[in-house]
């Protein structure tokens, strides 16, 4: 199986991701963040570094796919191809930090991918409202992140919105996480793993509270 989770920055992607790997063996996959060659310019001039930086990340999470779909074990990803198209590529876009000759390429390049890749069997959406976003970027501390406008997270969550409910057509699973916290306290991650039990494997945990 292939499992998915999406959400904004700060939703708490990472996280989940890791505590799901744990809890049911899966193996872990996360994009490439701390590495990220064109990150920290971006941050600084999203005009100039939008392209480069979306390219990048289409390249690197095509490569996730390839090897996922070559895996004999069950993978969970910590964010998808489809939202650095759907959300972060439209958003620059919007924007206007790229023309429409570099989004076309884009796109093209995009669509010839999708041919050989499958969707996710479940993608778990951590939905979350900015002031819960800003707290947790903040927790984190990383420096490029501390610059982030709210108007940026705002028009991302709309977007994120518009992909899950209107263009993606896969199996989603929404998690509202504004007042959860299933690092810390067991009884929020239980109740997020019945619910992928139940989407699953049409079951629920062992978990009594």
């Not at 989940?16 to 963040?33: D, S």
Request: aromatic share 14%; proline share 2%; glycine share 6%.
């Amino acid at each position: 199986m292939y499992i998915a989770v999406a959400g904004n920055i700060g939703s708490g992607k990472s996280t989940l991701t890791q505590l799901l790997a744990k809890h049911y063996g899966w193996e872990a996959r996360f994009e490439a963040v701390d590495h990220n060659p064109y990150l920290e310019d971006y941050y600084r001039d999203i005009h100039r570094w939008s392209f480069n930086l979306e390219v990048y990340f289409l390249k690197e999470r095509f490569r996730d796919l390839i090897d996922i779909s070559k895996s004999k074990n069950t993978i969970i990803q910590d964010r998808t191809i489809y939202e650095g198209v759907y959300v972060f590529m439209q958003n620059n876009r919007a924007m206007g930090n790229l023309n429409e000759r570099d989004f076309e390429t884009y796109m093209e390049l995009f669509e010839q991918m999708m041919t050989v890749v499958r969707q996710p069997d479940l993608m778990i959406y951590l939905q979350a409202s900015v002031p819960h976003l800003v707290g947790n970027i903040q927790k984190r501390g990383r420096n490029y992140e501390q610059a982030i406008k709210l108007e940026y997270l705002e028009n991302l969550n709309q977007r994120y919105d518009d992909f899950i409910y209107n263009k993606y057509k896969g199996k989603v699973m929404t998690i509202q996480k504004d007042g959860l916290d299933f690092l810390h306290e067991p009884k929020d991650l239980a109740k997020i793993i019945d619910r992928i039990d139940s989407e699953l494997f049409g079951l629920f945990s062992e978990y009594k509270p």
